[in-house]
């Protein structure tokens, strides 16, 4: 069963760091939507650097690199 729906994880296609990202949430039973940021100026210019960068419903943002046990904090799982 799913932990969260309000979350994005915000990447590319292609970036092999964002796959880890999205593995490692799946691995956890999260759930994120993926949004690719090449798509949209504004979303490449404020993630550029960052990503992957998962961001929950209320705003927080937690940046690359986060290991499962970080994940689970940010969550309010741990």
Known sequence: MPIESDLVLY???GCHLCEEAGEL???LG???T???ILGDD???QRYGLRIPV???GAGRELDWPFDAAAARRFLGHD
């Open 11 to 13: 990447g590319t296609d």
């Open 25 to 27: 949430l799946a691995g």
């Open 30 to 32: 999260v759930v994120a």
């Open 34 to 36: 993926a949004v690719d």
């Open 42 to 44: 504004h979303l490449l």
């Open 54 to 56: 998962l961001r929950d």
